[in-house]
């Protein structure tokens, strides 16, 4: 999965958790990674330090490109109901 604002060297301290999510390799540490990319959000959504409008872009589109990923693994026990097979 690409992402457009991906940059080798984090410019905001929640960037790297983020990108160790899109490098991981061993499908067993994906939920760690995602989940500990997650809390590096989180924290910096609850910091009450401004937040300027790169940094805000930069959270939205991680955000979004961090959910793609989730729904995207498969999710053992969750049954995902098809929308489109005949009841």
């Known amino acids: ?8 060297k984090p410019k905001y301290a929640w960037e790297k958790a983020v990108n160790d999510v899109f490098i991981e ?3 067993e540490q994906l939920a ?7 809390h590096a959000i989180a924290e910096r ?3 009450r330090s401004p ?4 940094e805000s872009i930069a959270l939205r589109t991680e ?10 693994i498969p999710q053992p026990g969750l049954h995902r109901r098809n929308k489109f ?3």
């Open 25 to 27: 390799t061993n499908p």
């Open 32 to 38: 760690t990674k995602l989940n500990l990319a997650e």
């Open 45 to 47: 959504l609850c910091d």
């Open 63 to 72: 955000l979004r490109s961090l959910l793609l990923l989730f729904r995207s």
């Open 85 to 87: 097979r005949a009841a």
């Open 51 to 54: 937040v300027d409008l790169d």
């Open 1 to 8: 999965m690409s992402r457009p604002h991906h940059s080798p």
